[in-house]
Every structure is written in structure tokens, then in C-alpha cells.
T-cell receptor, first 113, second 113 residues
Framework: DSGVTQTPKHLITATGQRVTLRCSPR?????VYWYQQSLDQGLQFLIQ???????AKGNILERFSAQQFPDLHSELNLSSLELGDSALYFC????????????FGPGTRLLVL | SQQGEEDPQALSIQEGENATMNCSYK?????LQWYRQNSGRGLVHLIL?????REKHSGRLRVTLDTSKKSSSLLITASRAADTASYFC?????????????FGKGITLSVRP
């Protein structure tokens, strides 16, 4: 158990809908990262937050957004969902942005029908 | 490519044998990490080797890094059925006060009992 929690574990929704994925980092970790894992694209970095502020952006679509709250939990919002958004979404955390090792949560499996 | 290229894509061995997995890359890195993912689960950090290191050990794991050839290998000795998982090479780079991980597509290791 990495200490990173993600909810929900599974999510089934329809095209065009909006969902919110939630992540709680390890105790003491200030930096949160979001990744998308799909069969064709592999593990893609989406976005990073540090202590409430956006730190780095990766291959995140404009339909997706994220934020980190004062209690350090983070939410990833996915809107206007398409079939291709079906994937595993992982959250990871680290103490600080410069820390090299990331600790991953169990993921949220999103299925868009 | 900014991500590591793992080789082979899939590996099947008998319990007790050694498993060797390779990762090649093209960019400059600060460190290289290996992660393991059990089917549909979160990634687990295995080992990190910095760019000024050549070899590291952790239990049954041995990782080497050759920065002149831009390649790394992960050796799992005396494999067990429980080692069956996907293994990912992640390239660590520092940009200012931030660190970034770029994951490869992974190697599927199957250890037959």
C-alpha cells in the first residue's frame, strides 16, 4: 500500500458526460501528479500540482482540468467524455517537486460507453 | 523519442531463472527508475539509479546504467511466480526546481511456476 488513495475505483459513464476523479496523496506529500494509462498510448503524464499550484503540464486535453485543494487532495475533472477517454487514471505523489520517486495510487478505471 | 524504449516487449521464463529487461533512451537524464505494475494495479517503485552511478542492487534486483550507450538493464535473479507483472522504465529529468518522469510502454514478464 503506497499511502495514496483514489476514488472511485471504477467508473462507467456515457459519452458527453462529466466525471470527477479524486486523489489523496501520502501523508506529508505536497506534490500530486496525474497520469492516464491506455493500451495504445501507454502511461501518459497529464498534470502536476505542488502545494495547490499547477507545476507542470503534459498531454492533458482541454476537456480535462485538475486542481489541488488546501488539504492537498486533488481532483481531475474530465468533461465531454469520448469513447477514447476510457483508460486507467493514476494519481501519484511525492514530498516535493524535485523528489525523484513517485508513489502511485491504485487508479480509477474509467469506461465511457 | 523522449521516453525509454524497453526490450523485450514480453518475456516468459521458468521460476528460478533470471530475467533481464533492457531500456534504451535518447535524451539526457538525471536518473532512471524501474517500476512494477501488477495487472490493473498501481505502479510500485522498484529502484532508482542516478546518472553518475553505474550499478545498484536491491534484494534480487540489479540495475545497471550506461550513459555512454544511453541504456539500462534490470536483472531479477531467481525469479518467482509473484514477479509476474509489467515492468516500466522511467526517465527522470530535472527542469529547474521540478522533476519529471517519462515512462516507457513496459515489458510484460511472465514467470511460470
Amino acid at each position: 500500500d503506497s499511502g495514496v488513495t483514489q476514488t472511485p475505483k471504477h467508473l462507467i459513464t456515457a459519452t458527453g458526460q462529466r466525471v470527477t476523479l479524486r486523489c489523496s496523496p501520502r501523508s506529508g506529500d505536497l506534490s500530486v501528479y496525474w497520469y492516464q494509462q491506455s493500451l495504445d498510448q501507454g502511461l501518459q503524464f497529464l498534470i502536476q500540482y505542488y502545494n495547490g499550484e499547477e507545476r507542470a503540464k503534459g498531454n492533458i486535453l482541454e476537456r480535462f482540468s485538475a486542481q489541488q485543494f488546501p488539504d492537498l487532495h486533488s481532483e481531475l475533472n474530465l468533461s465531454s467524455l469520448e469513447l477514447g477517454d476510457s483508460a486507467l487514471y493514476f494519481c501519484a505523489s511525492s514530498v516535493a517537486p524535485i523528489q525523484e520517486t513517485q508513489y502511485f495510487g491504485p487508479g480509477t478505471r474509467l469506461l465511457v460507453l | 523519442s523522449q521516453q525509454g524504449e524497453e526490450d523485450p516487449q514480453a518475456l516468459s521464463i521458468q521460476e528460478g531463472e533470471n530475467a533481464t529487461m533492457n531500456c534504451s533512451y535518447k535524451t539526457s537524464i538525471n536518473n532512471l527508475q524501474w517500476y512494477r505494475q501488477n495487472s490493473g494495479r498501481g505502479l510500485v517503485h522498484l529502484i532508482l539509479i542516478r546518472s553518475n552511478e553505474r550499478e545498484k542492487h536491491s534484494g534480487r534486483l540489479r540495475v545497471t546504467l550506461d550513459t555512454s550507450k544511453k541504456s539500462s538493464s534490470l536483472l531479477i535473479t531467481a525469479s518467482r511466480a509473484a514477479d509476474t507483472a509489467s515492468y516500466f522504465c522511467a526517465l527522470g529529468s530535472h527542469t529547474g526546481a521540478n522533476s519529471k518522469l517519462t515512462f516507457g510502454k513496459g515489458i510484460t514478464l511472465s514467470v511460470r511456476p
